[in-house]
């Protein structure tokens, strides 16, 4: 696999994204700020199958757009409530579908539903959503991406990794620019889109946090300046 860049480190990485800036402090300002350990547990339940809602909705869509039809998407899905949403019947989510002002995507209300049951399940297996997220090691990042791909609705592709990043987990994101940088590095030969491939690239990001003492997130938005 050939190289564009002539390095690897960390440090090597940081000084070229350092020249897009005018100072170290406009780089830091730009950086993602994680949820701290007593935040991620805090948060409630609902709170989280919301974000994760959002996040379905998000795709393919405007996120303002979706932003601003959320309040009636709280009023139409109960608040959220996991467990008011998990037991839904086809009828109970035909009427969140003709509910006002929510966006009317059937594929994605179906999801509500699924994702609900997700939530309960972990909060009967951790105690609440919060404490399976704070508890996941971040150097096995990938895990967790796969387990709400496999668990959840519509949570595959990119999907899974931004919801943690809403949710401030730390988690590095395979944006096209990042993903740029990688294929640059020798690292991956395009989007890593196989469970191999997307270890691949968790193995680089953790060995950069060994190296910087820097989480994740951070990490990747460093690495993204580098692209173009």
Not at 29 to 48: E, G, N, V, W
Not at 128 to 141: E, K, N, R, Y
Not at 159 to 185: E, H, I, P, Q, Y
Not at 186 to 212: C, H, N, Y
């Amino acid at each position: 696999m050939t190289t564009k860049y002539p390095a690897r480190s960390f440090d090597w990485i940081y000084t070229q994204a350092l020249k897009r800036f005018a100072s170290v402090q406009d780089l830091e300002s730009q950086l993602p700020r994680l949820a701290t350990r007593k935040q991620l547990i805090a948060r409630s339940d609902a709170d989280y199958l919301s974000l994760i809602c959002r996040r379905v909705f998000r795709s393919g869509l405007q996120h303002k757009m979706v932003d601003a039809k959320w309040p009636a998407f709280e009023k139409a899905c109960y608040g959220f409530n996991p467990r008011a949403l998990a037991a839904l019947s086809d009828e109970g989510l035909e009427d969140i579908l003709q509910a006002e002002g929510i966006i009317r995507h059937w594929g994605k209300i179906k999801s509500i539903r699924t994702n609900a049951v997700l939530v309960c399940d972990v909060v009967q297996s951790h105690g609440s959503f919060g404490q399976w997220l704070a508890d996941w090691p971040s150097h096995d990042i990938v895990s967790l991406w796969l387990d709400l791909k496999k668990r959840g609705a519509h949570l595959g592709g990119h999907s899974g990794s931004r919801f943690l990043r809403m949710a401030g987990v730390d988690t590095f994101l395979l944006t096209n620019d990042t993903v740029a940088v990688l294929v640059g590095l020798g690292i991956v030969d395009r989007e890593p889109k196989s469970k191999t491939a997307m270890l691949e690239a968790q193995k680089a990001f953790v060995e950069w946090a060994e190296q910087s003492g820097r989480p994740l997130c951070e990490i990747s938005r460093i690495l993204s300046y580098l692209a173009g």
